[in-house]
């Protein structure tokens, strides 16, 4: 089974912290995504890796940004964290059009 | 606005009942996935149903879709109290993923 972990299920920030959240998949998988999920907006890509040291930009890209030096890992970071970037994270590898989600991490900046 | 968007944004049956939930999309597609989410948890795959192909079943699960009106549906039969959950069709429109809002299904024992 593919198994996405992600390093946090929640975690609490202050407002201009640098905010690192890292996922991880065991599957070998090309592909990997961060999305934000909030309440009336569903999930919103905020960037997603094609490669290992390849980003593009999502939906939503402004105030974060991404880095994958391995394969099998994808962080997000948030430069300085803000309390309208209080969300669910969520993020997901694939292979082909399948994508596997990792539990989530719920972020509380105050 | 979402590529996705499924209807209605809530559904409360009792256990035993049919399940029916609704997507629709706005521009062709390669194909379309549902998957399911439990509270507070990520999201889990559930089936895909490609753009030709019309029905799609997997155990309790129906999907069908009609690309002539950019749209699919899900058919949950005998639902479950461990049916309760958020259901998302999702999109791939120039190669980048879009889920709708999702539809929230309550199963009530």
């Known amino acids: 089974d593919v198994k996405v972990t992600q390093s946090s299920r929640y975690l609490v920030k202050r407002t201009g912290e640098k905010v690192f959240l890292e996922c991880v998949q065991d599957?070998?998988?090309?592909?990997m995504f961060w999305y934000r999920q909030d309440p009336g907006l569903g999930l919103r890509l905020i960037y997603f890796?094609?490669?290992?040291?390849?980003?593009e930009k999502g939906d939503i890209p402004e105030g974060y940004s991404v880095s994958r030096e391995k394969k099998e890992r994808f962080s997000l970071i948030l430069e300085s964290a803000s309390t309208n970037q209080t969300s669910m994270y969520l993020c997901a590898s694939s292979l082909g059009e399948t994508q596997y989600f990792g539990p989530g991490t719920r972020l509380l900046v105050l | 606005s979402q590529q996705g968007e499924e209807d209605p944004q809530a559904l409360s049956i009792q256990e035993g009942e049919n399940a029916t939930m609704n997507c629709s999309y706005k521009?062709?597609?390669?194909?379309l996935q549902w998957y399911r989410q439990n509270s507070g948890r990520g999201l889990v795959h559930l089936i895909l149903i490609r753009s030709n192909e019309r029905e799609k079943h997997s155990g309790r699960l129906r999907v069908t879709l009609d690309t002539s009106k950019k749209s699919s549906s899900l058919l949950i039969t005998a639902s479950r109290a461990a049916d309760t959950a958020s259901y998302f069709c999702?999109?791939?429109?120039?190669?980048?993923?879009?889920f709708g809002d999702g539809t929230t299904l309550t199963v009530k024992p």
């Open positions: 890796s094609y490669d290992v040291k390849m980003k």
């Open positions: 599957m070998d998988h090309e592909n």
């Open positions: 999702a999109t791939y429109p120039a190669g980048k993923s879009t």
């Open positions: 521009t062709s597609i390669n194909n």
